[in-house]
Antibody, heavy 118, light 107 residues
Framework: EVQLVESGGGLVQPGRSMKLSCAAS????????MAWVCQAPKKGLEWVAT????????YYRDSVKGRFTISRDNAKSTLYLQMDSLRSEDTATYYC???????????WGQGVMVTVSS | DIQMTQSPASLSASLGETVTIECLAS??????LAWYQQKPGKSPQLLIY???SLNDGVPSRFSGSGSGTQYSLKINSLQSEDVSIYFC?????????FGSGTKLEIK
C-alpha cells in the first residue's frame, strides 16, 4: 500500500524558515517524480514544486522560486521542502504527492499545516 | 501559464441524478487532464487521468471526456458519498495548474 506521511509543519514567523519532510513507503521511491501541492485555508489547490525521480531536475511555481527548495533522499525514501523567507501568503496545508506524466498526482499524503504569522 | 477555468463553482443535485462539471484550458493540453475528488477534511484523490481514464478503484459512475481545450467530468446516479469538491488539473506543462474547484452538494 502506498503511503506518504508529511511532517514538520507548524507556526512560523514571517521571514523565517521551515523544512517539511515526506516519508514514502509501499512503492519504489526512486522510480517516481515527486511533488508538493498546497491549499490555503478554504481555497483551491496550487502546485508548488516537482522533483525528478533521480533529483536531477526541479521545477517550481514562480511565487516560490528562489525561496523554496525541493529535494529528496532516495536512500531514505524521503522528500523534502525547504521553505525560506516565508510570507503570510504561504500559509496553507502542504501535501506531498507522487507525480507522474501520464496520471498527474496519483497518491497524496494527509497534508501538514504551515501557518506564517507573527 | 495555462489557465484552467472550471464551472460551475457550486452544484446542488438530488440523489440518483446525473451531474456534469466543465473545465476549459486556455490552450490545447492534448488530453493531459486529471480530475480529483476532495472529501471534507481529506486529501484529494485522483479520479480520472488523461481526460477519460478511470483510476483504479473509482466507481464506474464517474466518467471523463474531452479534448483540446474543453473537458468534462460526469457523475451518474449521484450518491451521498459523492459530496465533495472536484478539481481539474492540467498535467501538460509547468506550472501544473488546477481549476478553482466545484463544490457538489446533495439537495
Amino acid at each position: 500500500e502506498v503511503q506518504l506521511v508529511e511532517s514538520g509543519g507548524g507556526l512560523v514567523q514571517p521571514g523565517r524558515s521551515m523544512k517539511l519532510s515526506c516519508a514514502a513507503s509501499g512503492f519504489t521511491f526512486n522510480n517516481y517524480d515527486m511533488a508538493w501541492v498546497c491549499q490555503a485555508p478554504k481555497k483551491g489547490l496550487e502546485w508548488v514544486a516537482t522533483i525528478s525521480y533521480d533529483g536531477s531536475s526541479t521545477y517550481y511555481r514562480d511565487s516560490v522560486k528562489g525561496r523554496f527548495t525541493i529535494s529528496r533522499d532516495n536512500a531514505k525514501s524521503t522528500l523534502y521542502l525547504q521553505m525560506d523567507s516565508l510570507r503570510s501568503e504561504d500559509t496553507a496545508t502542504y501535501y506531498c504527492a507522487r507525480h507522474t506524466t501520464a496520471l498527474g498526482f496519483d497518491y497524496w499524503g494527509q497534508g501538514v499545516m504551515v501557518t506564517v504569522s507573527s | 501559464d495555462i489557465q484552467m477555468t472550471q464551472s460551475p463553482a457550486s452544484l446542488s443535485a438530488s440523489l440518483g441524478e446525473t451531474v456534469t462539471i466543465e473545465c476549459l484550458a486556455s490552450e490545447d493540453i492534448y488530453s493531459n487532464l486529471a480530475w480529483y475528488q476532495q472529501k471534507p477534511g481529506k486529501s484529494p484523490q485522483l479520479l480520472i487521468y488523461y481526460a477519460n481514464s478511470l483510476n483504479d478503484g473509482v466507481p464506474s459512475r464517474f466518467s471523463g471526456s474531452g479534448s483540446g481545450t474543453q473537458y468534462s467530468l460526469k457523475i451518474n446516479s449521484l450518491q451521498s458519498e459523492d459530496v465533495s469538491i472536484y478539481f481539474c488539473q492540467q498535467n501538460y506543462d509547468s506550472p501544473f495548474t488546477f481549476g478553482s474547484g466545484t463544490k457538489l452538494e446533495i439537495k
